[in-house]
């Protein structure tokens, strides 16, 4: 079984921390990523930037639109996520379009640039299908 | 980071939407404030022990209002309360409390906060001074030190800005559309002072360079009340873009390294991230703004993993539109620079002639001039060029730098030895 761990904090109480405090609680999170890493369980790790970088493709029946900020919703939940190269945000938003027109349905796609990636591969398991 | 580290940030990251919504309780700048340290005094006594509540704001500006209105009791001076429809729901439940924090006040009480540290009475360095004490909440004492004053002197410049601001009317009432964008244009520039007072100093001093990391968080907070103003994602893509590069400004002797000199892979990435994305949201509005246009040439050099993949004929086209909307003979300086890389120094050196008289008296003007000139080879003529930057420079780190390049005009063989002695 693999499991998504989605992080959930006040982005501005961690936005004032200072660099000191930041690095000190990488510093700890990369002990504890170890750990699972050395058994071979870790897999993808971002950091995102702040939600002031976000950008939203909201789509409808109709079709798709792109407003700023990040999507908040309450009555729809995190499902999943992709980690992509994208030269310009444009290249993303086209990205998440063809995601849209794949995907049925309504519902948003939130953009937001990634500020650490750490691509490790999980080796243990038989992983999810 | 201790559990009472964590309490410092999120009382720092509460603060100022806190002090802003007390403001408009208790309309007096000195009230507010005071309410809001005894809400973060009972919050360093309660929180260890309870945990934190579930929206730290809320319970900060609820404690807050009771211990201000307590206060103004106990003074017993002849203090007009506020209007009595502002004080009669002081015992509501906490929850009816966050219900109306709704983010329309936020935005308006932040925006207010912000807009009366813009007090046009009050000269610029004081406007930064108030910002970053009231609305950041940085410790006197550091903003003393970043602008190379003692604490005693900062504090009387905060406390006179102060009394300046309370002998005025504050304006409470929510503003219209269009005064909202005269504030949020007002507060911006003051930002944008804040940053640069950080940045033109921050290489050889990191108490100033602390004040482009202050002018960043509070330019975030903006643009999360904002969300969609190109002009505010610009400004905040312009700083981020900037500060990126500040680990290679200066190499280890405090010397300053230009642009095309600078170990790229110093830049801080994830600052790079933030500001092309912002830089691509805002441009996407096709409203184009000045801090829009000078996040877009900060982009470009962001862009270019090395100095030679600069694209200058796109920077030298972004510095066009940058003229039209925001003339200055300095931005037509800094086109110069793009277009001697796309197009050599004789045009760029054309561009510049007709600016003479008007930047006869600015250091980078002589600087630049140098430079072209010492590319077309006309050594004598760059030799006053450069002695003329370094009678005008700003610091010694800048007037050091001019210096290497005089030393690099006697270095290499003149083709006509006449010339140098001229």
Same mark, same amino acid.
């Given at each position: 079984?693999?499991?998504?761990?989605?992080?959930? @904090?006040?982005e @501005?109480?961690?936005?004032?921390?200072?660099?000191?405090?930041?690095?000190?609680?990488?510093?700890?999170?990369? /002990?504890?990523?170890?750990?699972m890493?050395?058994?071979?369980?870790?897999?993808?790790?971002?950091?995102?930037?702040?939600?002031?970088?976000?950008?939203?493709?909201? /789509?409808?029946?109709?079709?798709?639109?792109?407003?700023?900020?990040?999507?908040?919703?309450?009555?729809?939940?995190?499902?999943?996520?992709?980690?992509?190269?994208?030269?310009t945000?444009?290249?993303?938003?086209?990205?998440?379009?063809?995601?849209?027109?794949? @995907?049925?349905?309504?519902?948003?796609y939130?953009?937001?640039?990634?500020?650490?990636?750490?691509?490790?591969?999980?080796?243990?398991?038989?992983?999810?299908? | 980071?201790?559990?009472?580290?964590?309490?410092?940030?999120?009382?720092?990251?509460?603060?100022?939407?806190a002090?802003?919504?007390?403001?408009?309780?208790? %309309?007096?700048?000195?009230?507010?404030? &005071?309410?809001?340290?005894?809400?973060?005094?009972?919050?360093? *006594?309660?929180?260890?022990?309870?945990?934190?509540?579930?929206?730290?704001?809320?319970?900060?500006?609820?404690?807050?209002?009771?211990?201000?209105?307590?206060? =103004?009791?106990?003074?017993?001076?002849?203090?007009?309360?506020?209007?009595?429809?502002?004080?009669?729901?002081?015992?509501?439940?906490e929850?009816?409390?966050?219900?109306?924090?709704?983010?329309?006040?936020?935005?308006?009480?932040?925006?207010?906060?912000?807009? =009366?540290?813009?007090? $046009?009475?009050?000269?610029?360095?004081?406007? =930064?001074?108030?910002?970053?004490?009231?609305?950041?909440?940085?410790?006197?004492?550091?903003?003393?030190?970043?602008?190379?004053?003692?604490?005693?002197?900062?504090?009387?410049?905060?406390?006179?800005?102060?009394?300046?601001?309370?002998?005025?009317?504050?304006?409470?009432? $929510?503003?219209?559309?269009?005064?909202?964008?005269? %504030?949020?244009?007002?507060?911006?520039?003051?930002?944008?002072?804040?940053?640069? &007072?950080?940045?033109?100093?921050?290489?050889?001093?990191p108490?100033?360079?602390?004040l482009?990391?202050?002018?960043? *968080?509070?330019?975030?907070?903006?643009?999360?009340?904002?969300?969609?103003?190109?002009?505010i994602?610009?400004?905040?893509?312009?700083?981020?873009?900037?500060?990126?590069?500040s680990?290679?400004?200066?190499?280890?002797?405090?010397?300053?390294?230009?642009?095309?000199?600078q170990? *790229?892979?110093?830049?801080?990435? $994830?600052?790079?991230? &933030?500001?092309?994305?912002?830089?691509?949201?805002?441009l996407?509005?096709?409203?184009?703004?000045?801090?829009?246009?000078?996040?877009?040439?900060?982009?470009?050099?962001?862009r270019?993993? %090395?100095?030679?993949?600069?694209?200058?004929?796109?920077?030298? #086209?972004?510095?066009?539109?940058?003229?039209?909307?925001?003339?200055?003979?300095?931005?037509?300086?800094?086109?110069?620079?793009?277009?001697?890389?796309?197009?050599?120094?004789?045009?760029?050196?054309?561009?510049?002639?007709?600016?003479?008289?008007?930047?006869?008296?600015?250091?980078?003007? #002589?600087?630049?001039?140098?430079?072209?000139?010492?590319?077309?080879?006309?050594?004598?003529a760059?030799?006053?060029?450069?002695?003329?930057?370094?009678?005008?420079?700003?610091?010694?780190?800048?007037?050091?730098?001019?210096?290497?390049?005089?030393?690099?005009?006697?270095?290499?063989?003149?083709?006509?030895?006449?010339?140098?002695?001229?």
């Open positions: 079984m693999q499991y998504a761990i989605l992080c959930y @904090n006040d @501005n109480a961690v936005a004032s921390w200072t660099k000191e405090e930041d690095d000190a609680c990488m510093a700890r999170l990369a /002990k504890v990523q170890g750990d890493a050395a058994k071979g369980k870790m897999g993808p790790v971002a950091r995102l930037l702040p939600t002031t970088s976000a950008t939203t493709l909201r /789509k409808s029946a109709t079709g798709s639109m792109v407003i700023d900020g990040p999507f908040a919703e309450t009555k729809e939940q995190f499902l999943g996520f992709y980690v992509v190269e994208a030269d945000l444009d290249e993303a938003i086209a990205f998440a379009k063809d995601l849209a027109v794949a @995907n049925p349905g309504i519902g948003a939130e953009l937001r640039p990634v500020s650490l990636f750490f691509p490790h591969t999980i080796t243990a398991g038989s992983g999810a299908t | 980071m201790t559990d009472n580290a964590w309490i410092g940030a999120a009382l720092a990251a509460a603060r100022p939407q002090v802003s919504a007390l403001l408009r309780y208790f %309309r007096q700048l000195d009230t507010a404030e &005071e309410a809001f340290q005894e809400a973060c005094l009972r919050a360093i *006594r309660t929180w260890p022990d309870k945990g934190p509540p579930r929206d730290p704001i809320a319970w900060l500006i609820f404690v807050g209002r009771n211990s201000g209105v307590d206060a =103004i009791r106990k003074s017993r001076r002849n203090v007009a309360l506020p209007p009595e429809d502002l004080l009669s729901d002081l015992d509501d439940a929850a009816d409390m966050a219900e109306r924090l709704d983010g329309e006040h936020y935005r308006d009480d932040i925006l207010r906060l912000l807009f =009366i540290c813009c007090h $046009p009475d009050l000269p610029a360095n004081q406007q =930064i001074a108030l910002a970053l004490r009231i609305v950041a909440g940085v410790p006197t004492a550091q903003i003393a030190r970043a602008f190379l004053v003692r604490e005693t002197a900062m504090e009387q410049r905060i406390t006179r800005a102060k009394a300046r601001i309370a002998a005025n009317d504050t304006p409470f009432d $929510p503003p219209d559309a269009v005064a909202r964008q005269e %504030r949020l244009g007002t507060v911006a520039l003051m930002l944008y002072l804040v940053f640069n &007072e950080g940045y033109s100093r921050g290489h050889a001093d108490a100033a360079a602390q482009c990391d202050e002018a960043i *968080r509070l330019t975030r907070l903006l643009l999360q009340l904002f969300p969609a103003e190109p002009e994602m610009g400004l905040c893509a312009l700083m981020l873009l900037q500060h990126s590069r680990p290679a400004r200066t190499d280890a002797n405090g010397q300053i390294v230009l642009l095309d000199a170990d *790229r892979t110093m830049w801080s990435r $994830p600052m790079i991230a &933030e500001g092309l994305a912002l830089v691509d949201k805002a996407r509005h096709g409203t184009p703004g000045a801090y829009q246009v000078q996040a877009a040439i900060a982009a470009q050099h962001a270019a993993l %090395r100095a030679e993949g600069t694209d200058w004929a796109a920077i030298d #086209h972004l510095y066009q539109i940058l003229e039209v909307i925001q003339p200055s003979p300095v931005i037509t300086l800094n086109r110069a620079v793009a277009v001697s890389k796309s197009r050599g120094p004789a045009a760029a050196l054309a561009l510049i002639a007709p600016l003479a008289d008007q930047l006869d008296n600015y250091f980078h003007f #002589h600087g630049v001039r140098g430079g072209l000139l010492r590319q077309l080879g006309n050594a004598a760059a030799r006053i060029a450069f002695n003329r930057a370094i009678a005008l420079a700003n610091s010694p780190a800048e007037a050091a730098h001019i210096r290497t390049h005089l030393d690099a005009l006697s270095a290499p063989a003149l083709p006509d030895p006449t010339a140098a002695a001229k």
